[in-house]
C-alpha cells in the first residue's frame, strides 16, 4: 500500500503523513493515532531512509568516564558525516524512557537512529519503540525479553574483572576488598563476578565484608575506605568497578595516614584521563572507547540487514601504573 492510501484512510493529506513519516511534523495526539490505525488498515510499513542523525542518549556528563565515551561517539559519528543530538537522561527511567519514545517515533527531534547508554538497565522503555527502528545499546546491557532482540556492543566486564583482580593476587595480595557499582547493572554484576572467580581459581575462600556495593562516585570511594579500614583485618588492595570511585579513594587515604601503594595496592576500571593526573597515576582496566564506538555505528549502519541482533563484547586492556605495589607481608 502506498502512502495515499495511508492519508485517504486517516483523512488526511498525503503531504501530512509524508511529512509526519520522516519526522518533520508535529501532529496532535488524536491525528498521530489516526494515521497509524491508517497503517495498520492499509498494512502500510513505511521505508527506512538511510540514516543521517542519530540521537545519542547518554546518563550524565558529570562522570568522566561518560563524557569520554560521549566524545568517542560523536567524533566517530562526525568522520562518517552523521549528525549527532546528545542527551541526557540523568540516569532516571522515566527520563530515559521519555527520551527513547520521543527519538523513535519521531516527535520533532529529527532523529532516525539511537545509541542508547543505560544507568539503569531497564528493558522496559523499549515498548514502544518500533522494531524496525535502528537502536542500538551502548556499554550497559539492558534486562527483559524487549532487550533480547536489540544489538549491544559493550566491553568484556568479566574478564577485565578478573584480569584485574589476578593481577594483585600475582602481587601476593589476598585480602583484597572489592568496590563494586549498583547491582541493578548487569556491568556492575559482571565486574563482581570477575572478581570472584579470580579469587576462587586462586583458591581464596571470599569474605563478604571485602565486597562493598555503591554508585559510580568519589563519596563512595571515599566512604568505602573508611569502612574497610574498620575491618579486624584490612584488604590490602582494593579493586575498584569504576575509576571515579577509585580516585575518591586515593583523595581520601592520606587522611587516615595511608600512602598508595605502600600501604594499599589500587585498581580501577574504565581508562578515563583523570586516572593519569593523580599522584600516583591509578592502574585501570582500560574500556576500548574507539573500538566501543566504531563498532557501535556500524550495527546503526547495518540495522535492518539482519534478523539476528548482535552482541559485541570487546576485550580490555589492563593498565598497570604506580597504584599497585608488591604485598610487602606476603610469604616469600
Not at 75 to 91: N, Q
Request: net charge negative; glycine share 8%.
Amino acid at each position: 500500500m502506498s502512502i495515499s492510501a495511508v492519508a485517504r484512510e486517516a483523512g488526511v493529506s498525503t503531504s501530512t503523513v509524508s511529512r509526519f513519516l520522516k519526522g518533520q511534523l508535529r501532529l496532535s495526539g488524536e491525528t498521530e493515532s489516526r494515521i497509524r490505525t491508517a497503517m495498520e488498515a492499509t498494512g502500510f510499513v513505511a521505508p527506512r531512509s538511510k540514516v543521517g542523525h542519530v540521537a545519542l542518549v547518554i546518563p550524565e556528563l558529570s562522570n568522566p568516564y561518560f563524557a569520554q565515551l560521549t566524545q568517542a561517539l560523536t567524533d566517530a559519528a562526525h568522520h562518517r558525516d552523521l549528525e549527532v543530538s546528545v542527551l541526557v537522561s540523568d540516569g532516571l527511567e522515566a527520563r530515559e524512557r521519555k527520551i527513547v519514545t520521543a527519538c523513535s517515533q519521531g516527535r520533532g527531534l529529527g532523529a532516525d537512529a539511537v545509541l542508547f547508554v543505560s544507568m539503569t538497565g531497564s528493558g522496559a522503555l523499549l515498548a514502544e519503540v518500533p522494531d524496525d527502528f535502528p537502536f542500538v545499546v551502548v556499554d550497559e546491557k539492558l534486562d527483559g525479553p524487549l532487550a533480547e532482540n536489540r544489538p549491544f556492543v559493550g566491553a568484556d566486564n568479566f574478564e577485565g574483572a578478573y584480569r584485574a583482580t589476578t593481577f594483585l593476587l600475582s602481587k601476593g595480595h589476598r585480602r583484597i576488598a572489592h568496590l563494586a557499582g549498583p547491582g541493578r547493572l548487569g556491568s556492575a554484576r559482571d565486574r563482581l563476578r570477575g572478581h570472584l572467580r579470580a579469587l576462587r581459581d586462586a583458591h581464596l575462600e571470599v569474605d563478604p565484608h571485602l565486597v562493598l556495593e555503591g554508585t559510580y562516585s568519589e563519596s563512595f570511594g571515599a566512604s568505602a575506605l573508611s569502612r574497610v579500614l574498620r575491618l579486624e583485618d584490612p584488604p590490602t588492595a582494593v579493586f575498584a568497578a569504576s575509576d571515579i570511585v577509585a580516585v575518591g579513594l586515593a583523595a581520601a587515604a592520606p587522611m587516615h595516614g595511608l600512602r598508595i601503594p605502600e600501604d594499599l595496592s589500587l585498581i580501577g576500571f574504565d581508562g578515563i584521563d583523570q586516572g593519569s593526573w593523580v599522584t600516583p597515576r591509578l592502574s585501570t582496566v582500560v574500556q576500548p572507547l574507539a573500538e566501543i564506538a566504531r563498532q557501535a555505528l556500524d550495527l546503526v549502519e547495518a540495522a535492518g540487514s539482519s534478523r539476528e541482533p548482535a552482541t559485541h563484547l570487546l576485550p580490555m586492556d589492563l593498565k598497570i601504573a604506580e597504584s599497585v605495589s608488591a604485598n610487602a607481608t606476603s610469604p616469600a
